[in-house]
């Protein structure tokens, strides 16, 4: 029993980067295999995209039962094939949904669980920033075959050579677990921005926009970021609730978090605390944020970013 369990979070089969990361880390604890969910021409399209970063088996598990129900099923399937391949750790990328199959699916194995973790080393053996980033935490599961959530842009992912072998595995969904049905599903509208909780670069704004979200929206495009806000920007109608970063908010981990005209406060630290490099532009030099920063700039951002906007851009030629 060597086998890693990665699950693929992919679109249509295009699969998300995080995945990469995630076989990434699975080297780490053993014979990385992949396991995804969808239709035959999804699972073919993932499991090419897979083996380029050291997946050897590609476990399939047709979706076809799956799709238009909530999350249950999803945890059923993983339940069936881990005790069918008996991994030594599960490995999924963090996000709402799969917190919740991780969660179902620790209670049905009877295994420990540990979410958001930022690294994960031989043993298991996983680092987390817990109780809004004021402590860092090494922690490993003690029973059960490990279930660990990764953030996404914890590692930077590696190429590697696997089989990448599709091996379809059949699985019995209950009645029970589709008791929730999915009776319609509207595509979010996309900024063309990368998404928030994946990007490598996050560019938030404030309240210290005073609601002008123009120069953070422009410096992100510059730097190819996704756009973050805070509670009281969001709060106050100046952008979209889809991008508060916080405890009440989406978690962020970008390798590089700039945050504009905000002030700091430990819930909104908890959700970007974890971040690689902070850089912040406040105007006021006491504000709490800068306790945190590899980077600060104590002025106007209505100033300071047009201004780094156009000296990214020009050197971008
Ligand atoms: P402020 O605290 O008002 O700070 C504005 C900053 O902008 C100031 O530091 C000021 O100096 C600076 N500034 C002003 N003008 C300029 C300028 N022209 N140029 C540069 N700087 C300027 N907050 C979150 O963000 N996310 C959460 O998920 C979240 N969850 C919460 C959950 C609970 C239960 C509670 C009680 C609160 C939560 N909050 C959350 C709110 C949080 O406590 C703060 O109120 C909020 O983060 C403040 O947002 P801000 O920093 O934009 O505003």
């Not at 589709?178 to 595509?187: F, L, R």
């Not at 996050?202 to 002008?212: E, L």
């Amino acid at each position: 029993m060597t086998e890693v369990l990665v699950l693929i979070d992919h679109v249509n089969g295009a699969v998300r980067k995080p995945t990469f990361e995630l076989l990434t880390i699975a080297r780490r604890l053993g014979e990385p295999c992949a396991v995804v969910i969808g239709d035959a021409e999804q699972a073919a399209t993932a499991a090419e995209a897979v083996k380029a970063y050291g997946a050897g088996k590609v476990y399939s598990i047709d979706g076809t039962e799956i799709a238009g129900y909530l999350v249950a099923p999803k945890a059923e399937a993983l339940q069936q094939l881990a005790v069918a391949t008996n991994p030594v750790a599960i490995l999924l990328p963090s996000s709402a949904e799969n917190k919740e199959i991780a969660g179902r699916l620790a209670i049905k194995l009877g295994s420990g669980l540990i979410t958001d973790a930022v690294d994960v080393q031989e043993g298991p053996v996983t680092t987390q920033s817990v109780f809004a980033g004021t402590y860092t935490v090494k922690a490993r599961v003690t029973q059960g075959i490990p279930i660990i959530t990764i953030k996404p842009n914890s590692v930077a992912p590696e190429e590697a050579s696997g089989a990448g072998t599709l091996t379809p595995f059949a699985v019995t969904i209950s009645d029970t677990a589709k008791s929730t049905q999915i009776m319609t599903g509207q595509p979010r509208t996309t900024s063309g921005r990368p998404e928030l909780t994946e990007a490598a670069i996050v560019v938030s704004g404030g309240r210290g926009t005073g609601g002008d979200f123009a120069p953070i929206e422009e410096l992100a495009d510059a730097l190819g970021a996704a756009v973050g806000a805070s509670r009281a920007a969001v709060d106050s109608g100046w952008t979209s609730h889809a991008l508060q970063v916080g405890q009440t908010g989406k978690t962020v981990s970008p390798q590089l978090y700039v945050a504009n005209g905000i002030s700091g406060a430990i819930q909104h630290r908890a959700g970007m605390q974890t971040s690689k490099t902070i850089v912040a532009v406040n105007e006021d030099e006491e504000a709490p944020i800068f306790d945190l920063v590899d980077f600060g700039v104590v002025g106007d951002l209505h100033s300071v970013l047009p201004a780094l906007t156009a000296e990214i851009n020009k050197r971008k030629g």
